[in-house]
T-cell receptor, first 117, second 111 residues
């Protein structure tokens, strides 16, 4: 079956611009996660959705970052007034969610590489 | 908060050598532990996992045992191949919310 997909695979933007990154989770997965991976580092948690609601957004670095999941499936990560320090690979993952014996196994997408010039 | 510390790389081995990548964790609850692998140009893939103390996860010849007494989850393989060259990440999640990752260990296997 289809895995987690993310678009675009690469995004180059200029400092100060607005960007949107999209994630399509595995069908039937109720939990969705966003991570940011800087060069040479492990992924860093940003936000977690259970269904449509953001259950934990404690990893968002500041109010320029926002994510939505209006219908409980596709999610969009939005970054306003981008800065050079936002350059990283943004990863999305999904899992079955609570109530499943495998609820905490996360499946990752290929990522979106964001470059802010 | 919960965290993972893994052995710094890079690690370079000859084919058929024994591999150990150390991973220790700090957690307030009873986390599930994972090893993920990132092959060149590819996304993160789950390699193996263990959900409770003394569980052993295994896959593709790799093994790791969940040791609560030493808070460790070291990755081992008896005989590495060139195709095992990748970056390996140790990770944990406590309640299935955020996954906490180590910094990654780059493994290069030479023929």
């Amino acid at each position: 079956g289809a895995g987690v997909s993310q678009t675009p695979s690469n995004k180059v933007t200029e400092k100060g611009k607005y960007v949107e990154l999209r994630c399509d989770p595995i069908s039937g997965h109720t939990a969705l996660y966003w991570y940011r991976q800087s060069l040479g580092q492990g992924p860093e948690f940003l936000i977690y959705f259970q269904g449509t609601g953001a259950a934990d957004d404690s990893g968002l670095p500041n109010d320029r970052f926002f994510a939505v999941r209006p219908e409980g499936s596709v999610s969009t990560l939005k970054i306003q007034r981008t800065e050079r320090g936002d350059s990283a690979v943004y990863l999305c993952a999904s899992s079955l969610g609570r109530g499943s014996s495998s609820y905490n196994e996360q499946f990752f997408g290929p990522g979106t590489r964001l470059t802010v010039l | 908060g919960d965290s993972v510390t893994q052995m710094e790389g890079p690690v370079t081995l000859s084919e058929e050598a024994f591999l150990t990548i150390n991973c220790t964790y700090t957690a307030t609850g009873y986390p599930s532990l994972f090893w993920y692998v990132q092959y060149p140009g590819e996304g993160l893939q789950l390699l193996l996992k263990a959900t409770k103390a003394d569980d052993k996860g295994s896959n593709k010849g790799f093994e790791a045992t969940y040791r609560k007494e030493t808070t460790s989850f070291h990755l081992e393989k008896g005989s590495v191949q060139v195709s095992d060259s990748a970056v390996y990440f140790c990770a944990l999640t406590d309640y299935g919310n955020d996954m906490r990752f180590g910094a990654g260990t780059r493994l290069t296997v030479k023929p």
